[in-house]
């Protein structure tokens, strides 16, 4: 496993910044859930829970995938 150090202003969110990381690598299929979450500091369970919050859908779908169904006449 390789490893990154990264400064971060005293200010940032140590959990949010590792999040975001973790679901950027999660999303491009470097990671897997497990992990994702491990990096990230939370359980497998609140990873799949809350990554969607950081723009990643835990079923593959992309952002313009979800538009199309949107717009969507049923």
Request: charged share 25%.
């Amino acid at each position: 496993m390789k490893s990154l150090t990264i400064n971060l202003p005293d200010d940032a969110n140590l959990k949010d910044v590792k999040m975001l990381i973790a679901a950027a690598l999660f999303k491009q299929g470097i990671l897997s859930s497990g992990q994702a979450a491990e990096m990230a500091g939370v359980t497998r369970l609140e990873f799949l829970e809350t990554v969607g919050k950081y723009g990643v859908s835990i079923f593959g779908e992309t952002e313009e995938d979800l538009m199309k169904i949107k717009n969507l006449a049923i």
